[in-house]
Nanobody, 123 residues
């Protein structure tokens, strides 16, 4: 069992930046692939980014070049640095963990979820 706790959401103007964090509490948490999904009002939850223990990454096309995922395996924490934010990035961002390779995260939901953190980008 893996428990995930997100932090770092908030309100920011378009063009601004935010960094999300997700701390995993489990002895084996560092072995999981971790990543992020988001869900905007009235829309389905969508894949954003994922990273393996070794650092292999995957991003949805809409955030490539703007978002950067990273992780600290000692702290069992994954980060999402979000730059050049747009109003369409507004959503609840959910951290996830699973054994699925990062390149499969767009088609297979994670096994474990955090509670979500709100990101609001004003125009």
């Amino acid at each position: 069992q893996v428990q995930l706790v997100e932090s770092g959401g908030g309100l920011v103007q378009a063009g601004g930046s935010l960094r999300l964090s997700c701390a995993a509490s489990a002895r084996t948490a560092s072995t999981y692939v971790m990543g992020w999904f988001r869900q905007a009002p009235g829309k389905e939850r969508e894949f954003v980014s994922a990273i393996s223990r070794a650092g292999s990454t995957n991003y949805v096309d809409s955030v490539k070049g703007r978002f950067t995922i990273s992780r600290d395996n000692v702290k069992n924490t994954v980060y999402l640095q979000m730059n050049s934010l747009k109003p369409e990035d507004t959503a609840v961002y959910y951290c996830g963990a699973s054994w699925t390779n990062p390149d499969r995260w767009s088609v297979r939901l994670p096994d474990y979820w955090g509670q979500g953190t709100q990101v609001t980008v004003s125009s």
